[in-house]
């Protein structure tokens, strides 16, 4: 099993920034790829924001391409997304997922809210 928890939600104003922060721990060794979901509201999809393989390799949403950042510490263990001009549109509920195969991957974190204000 893989535990992750997430950090860094909040409540910022539009054209601001947010930096969320998901460290992985348990078996690790599982995890190959780490990377982030959102749902706006209870009951909505889950909508891929960005992934990151332990390579390097990354995948953005079309919709935060040049705003959001996604990076990996492989030592450490933890994934973090850079949320630059960030828009109400953005506000969600982040939760940050690894795994093996997919995305999504197997296991998930417990969320964090990301509030944007206009």
């Known amino acids: 099993q893989v535990q992750l928890v997430e950090s860094g939600g909040g409540l910022v104003q539009a054209g601001g920034s947010l930096r969320l922060s998901c460290t992985a721990s348990?078996?690790?060794?599982?995890?190959?790829?780490m990377g982030w979901y959102r749902q706006e509201a209870p009951g909505k999809q889950r909508e891929l924001v960005a992934v990151i393989t332990s390579g390097g390799s990354t995948n953005y949403a079309d919709s935060v391409k040049g705003r959001f950042t996604i990076s990996r510490d492989n030592a450490k263990n933890t994934v973090a997304l850079q949320m630059n001009s960030l828009k109400p549109e953005d506000t969600a509920v982040y939760y940050c997922?690894?795994?093996?195969?997919?995305?999504?991957?197997?296991?998930w974190g417990q969320g964090t809210q990301v509030t944007v204000s206009s």
């Open positions: 348990g078996s690790i060794f599982s995890i190959n790829a």
């Open positions: 997922n690894a795994g093996d195969s997919g995305p999504p991957f197997d296991y």
